[in-house]
């Protein structure tokens, strides 16, 4: 019996992370100009998720001198779709940093040549209540062209981890 139970749970975990196709951020580059290989863009766009079911987006657009990067604000309604008792200032922040993270990786990687892969990056946040976290991971696949224009998908998991003790 414990054997069916655990293949069960086995089962509904692979089900439930493969049912998950929508990234959290879409990163969109496009006519960069001669500054596209070093990703410098004049117009940074970024809308939060609206309901936290839509992507938040991040447009970088034009020929310029600005980096293409999430700003430090919040992530909108990211956290509705998450874990209580979060500490959300944390939680944006250690988001933020991650995703400008992989935008970072994903152009060292392209300038080196390989434009399309993935980075994960886990995060471990307290939560309100003292000793326990919660884990976040942050995950990115993009596919460049030549001149490192395309698109950066953003995928953020959780794992709550309020059951330990």
């Given at each position: 019996m414990k054997k069916i139970f655990l293949l069960a749970a086995v089962f509904c975990m692979a089900l439930t992370l493969s049912a998950r196709e929508q990234p959290n951020v879409i990163v969109?580059?496009?006519?960069?100009?001669?500054?596209?290989?070093?990703?410098?863009?004049?117009?940074?766009?970024?809308?939060?998720?609206?309901d936290g079911i839509e992507p938040a987006r991040l447009n970088c657009t034009g020929s310029g001198w600005s980096f293409c990067r999430v700003p430090h604000i919040s992530m909108g309604s990211f956290q509705s779709s998450f874990t209580p008792?979060?500490?959300?200032?944390?939680?944006?922040?250690?988001?933020?940093?991650?995703?400008?993270?992989?935008?970072?990786?994903?152009?060292?990687?392209?300038?080196?040549?390989?434009?399309?892969?993935?980075?994960?990056?886990t995060l471990s946040v307290?939560?309100?209540?003292?000793?326990?976290?919660?884990?976040?991971?942050?995950?990115?696949?993009?596919?460049?062209?030549?001149?490192?224009?395309?698109?950066?998908?953003?995928?953020?998991s959780v794992f709550d981890d309020s059951h330990r003790y």
């Open positions: 969109h580059k496009s006519n960069g100009g001669y500054l596209a290989w070093l990703n410098l863009y004049n117009d940074i766009d970024y809308t939060p998720s609206p008792n979060q500490n959300w200032t944390a939680v944006n922040k250690a988001c933020v940093s991650a995703i400008n993270e992989i935008i970072e990786f994903s152009e060292a990687r392209s300038r080196a040549g390989n434009n399309q892969g993935s980075k994960s990056i307290p939560t309100q209540n003292r000793g326990i976290n919660t884990t976040y991971v942050v995950k990115g696949e993009w596919r460049y062209n030549q001149y490192g224009e395309g698109d950066l998908y953003i995928f953020i």
